[in-house]
Structure formats: C-alpha cells, structure tokens
C-alpha cells in the first residue's frame, strides 16, 4: 500500500490544509468572537473541507467513520495514514 | 535596596507583564500554513530564526 497516485495524496494534504486553518481559525475566534473577517475565512474553509471531503470520498472512498459506505462495507479499505507517502 | 517589614522593596516596583491582543490581518496560504503550524505570520517564529521555504 506505499504507492499511492498524486492526486489521492494531493487531495489528502489539500483536506490537511483546511483542515488546519479551521482549527487556526476557531482558536483565535475563542478570544476574538466579534472578528467578522475570521468568521468569514473560518466558514469559508469549512465550506470548503466539507466539499474537498466529498470529492475526496466520491473518488477513493469512506475517510471517516461517519461517511456512508458502498456495499460491502469500505472503510477498512482506505489506506491507513502511516501507509501513505506523502 | 531596601525591604520593608511588611514584605516588599520600598523603593523598587515589581514587574507587571501586559499581554497585546492578536489583530486579524494577513494570513499563511493554507498549505504554508500547516507546514508552518500556524495560520499567522505574526506567530511564526522557529528558534533559530528562519524564513519558511516551499
């Protein structure tokens, strides 16, 4: 399981990455709540982790435990995080 | 310098610290971001002092 194609792992880091920032974001508006800007970044990113997951998922299947899955059940499937070059 | 009885320096004051609040401005590109570990410019500072590079 150590070759995985680039786009797998280049959506992966992308979902990484927006991850991150919504968790940046979220902190900073624990001590700043009224920071509207932030706000907007923060939802935007989340936005757009939900869509990232979803492309991600439609293509290379369940990445969390709430995701539905194909029949039969996928998730153990997906390669496990050490298992990826990145 | 002098010590009083009730404890203190009499003719010295004792540091107070001040803390700046964080201002929202520019911020990483996400993905230089989580290289980073953080989102903010104003809160990169790797020890020994270095410019982040792609």
Redesign the interface.
């Known amino acids: 399981m150590s070759h995985h194609n680039k786009d797998m792992v280049d959506k992966l ?2 979902i ?3 991850d ?2 919504v968790w ?2 979220s902190l ?1 508006l624990d ?2 709540p009224d ?1 509207r ?2 706000i907007e ?1 923060h939802n935007k ?1 989340v936005r757009l982790s939900y869509q990232l997951k979803n492309e991600y998922e439609s293509t290379y299947g369940p990445m969390r435990l709430d995701s539905i899955s194909p029949y039969p059940y996928k998730y153990i499937n997906s390669p496990w995080p050490w298992e990826i070059e990145y | 310098m002098s010590e009083s009885k009730k404890g203190f320096y009499i003719d010295m004051k004792l540091a107070q610290v001040y803390i700046l ?2 201002m ?1 401005g520019e ?1 990483f590109e ?2 230089t ?2 290289r980073n570990g ?3 410019p104003e809160l990169y500072r790797p020890f020994p002092p270095q410019t982040f590079q792609e």
């Open positions: 880091k992308n990484m990455a927006v991150f920032a940046e974001l900073f001590t700043h920071e800007r932030a970044d990113y | 609040m964080q929202y911020t996400i993905r971001a989580l953080t989102l903010f």
